[in-house]
Nanobody, 124 residues
Framework: QAQLVESGGGLVQAGGSLRLSCAASGRTFSNSAMGWFRQAPGKEREFVAS????????YYADSVKGRFTISRDNAKNTVYLQMNSLKPEDTAVYYCAARLFPIATISADEYADWGRGTQVTVSS
């Protein structure tokens, strides 16, 4: 059974940075695109960023473009989300997700495996 474990969340002041990590295990993640989603209190889960298996394609939500960077280390089965210039509106639980296919997408419905999330809180 696939397992995704997020880490790196926490409390940070506006303008600060955090780096989230997601360690994948339990099945082979070769040919798996990976993504990050987030859910703020009272809001629906939303797409943040995704990356294809060969790191040839990345996608970002407009709200994080230029501030967040997604990357992956396939040898370690780990995906990262570097978050800079954080804003209070970035406060949410951040989830890592994996597809069964190599092409990155932005729709949560196309991701088969999910982590339990890590809390990111940005104070003003």
């Amino acid at each position: 059974q696939a397992q995704l474990v997020e880490s790196g969340g926490g409390l940070v002041q506006a303008g600060g940075s955090l780096r989230l990590s997601c360690a994948a295990s339990g099945r082979t993640f070769s040919n798996s695109a990976m993504g990050w989603f987030r859910q703020a209190p009272g809001k629906e889960r939303e797409f943040v960023a995704s990356i294809s298996w060969r790191v040839s394609s990345t996608y970002y939500a407009d709200s994080v473009k230029g501030r967040f960077t997604i990357s992956r280390d396939n040898a370690k089965n780990t995906v990262y989300l570097q978050m800079n210039s954080l804003k209070p509106e970035d406060t949410a639980v951040y989830y890592c997700a994996a597809r069964l296919f190599p092409i990155a997408t932005i729709s949560a419905d196309e991701y088969a495996d999910w982590g339990r999330g890590t809390q990111v809180t940005v104070s003003s």
